[in-house]
């Protein structure tokens, strides 16, 4: 990279209009720039420069060479100021990965940050599957439940309450529970991965912290969260859904919450990144944002599923 400072060093003294001037602007002595460009000079075996007390003039070589030379100085000049972006202002692409369930949250959470700043873009894959983060170039990649170990970083962003809910229509023909004990016969939907022999465990507590654990068969598998909850408004059966996914449908009475005195748990959400050292600054953006998100998320659930709705 030395070899091309004498060039770059040749334009600013040009466009400077002296080698002084051209000091001042690089950081140099005088004597430093005029070493420099006579030694490129004695290198190229031409004079670029005819000096004089007063001024500088382009020798015939020097008006041949000094244009490649500018276009050097703007495109490091370009290199520095896009630097300077990425590290002072959210721009370029943000990649971000996230399960079918939680997309709905991206566009709420984001949408503050992505209003404020023009120069930021959004690509957002979705699927279930864990996507590969460094083959897929992903900026932050959205879990829900406990992370994996990996050389990843996992930043908790908050918890999804998990309540039990059916639709009108099913709590109508099959009853609806008034203890815990009554989940056990009705028909239900998980995320496992067979109907053969399954069965899910619920561990609930009640409104004084008692805690109870109960075993439900499945009737209904599938590994995807958001089919289990269009199954479930189907009236297909009892599901266990993230109250934050639900609060739409909850408001318009498509579904309705089961045993609303119990606690049913909780998961973790979590931001995965690669990295936490030398991070862009669009990811830090994303990433209080998503906190901003979650802080606010349980607060005020009717004027959220209000909005929502809309």
């Not at 690089?26 to 430093?32: C, E, V």
């Not at 859904?241 to 973790?268: I, N």
């Amino acid at each position: 990279m030395d070899a091309f400072k004498p060039f770059a060093v040749f334009a600013e003294t040009v466009s400077a209009g002296s080698m002084s001037a051209a000091a001042r602007r690089l950081g140099m002595t005088a004597s430093a720039v005029s070493q420099t460009i006579r030694a490129l000079e004695q290198q190229a075996g031409v004079t670029l420069l005819h000096r004089s007390t007063r001024k500088l003039t382009l020798t015939e070589a020097g008006e041949r060479c000094y244009p490649h030379c500018l276009r050097l100085l703007q495109a490091a000049g370009a290199a520095t100021d896009a630097l300077a972006l990425a590290r002072d202002a959210p721009s370029g692409e943000l990649r971000i990965a996230a399960p079918v369930g939680f997309a709905v949250h991206i566009a709420y959470a984001l949408a503050p940050l992505l209003a404020e700043s023009p120069q930021l873009r959004l690509c957002l894959l979705v699927d279930d599957a864990l996507i590969d983060l460094i083959d897929a170039r992903i900026d932050i990649a959205i879990r829900v439940g406990h992370p994996a170990d990996s050389n990843a970083i996992a930043r908790p962003l908050g918890d999804f309450e998990m309540i039990v809910c059916a639709a009108p229509g099913y709590l109508e023909r099959h009853g609806v529970p008034a203890m815990p004990a009554d989940l056990a016969r009705h028909h239900w939907l998980a995320n496992v991965h067979s109907t053969v022999d399954a069965a899910m465990t619920l561990h609930l507590l009640d409104a004084q912290g008692a805690a109870q654990r109960l075993q439900v068969g499945v009737r209904i598998a599938s590994n995807n969260q958001l089919s289990l909850q269009q199954m479930c408004e189907q009236g297909l059966g009892l599901a266990r859904l993230g109250h934050a996914d639900v609060l739409p449908l909850l408001a318009r009475g498509v579904l309705v919450q089961v045993l609303p005195q119990w606690h049913f748990g909780s998961m973790p959400v979590n931001a995965i990144t690669q990295r936490r050292e030398g991070e862009p600054v669009k990811v830090g953006a994303a990433l209080d944002a998503f906190k901003r998100y979650f802080a606010t998320l349980g607060q005020d659930g009717a004027a959220r599923a209000g909005k929502m709705l809309r």
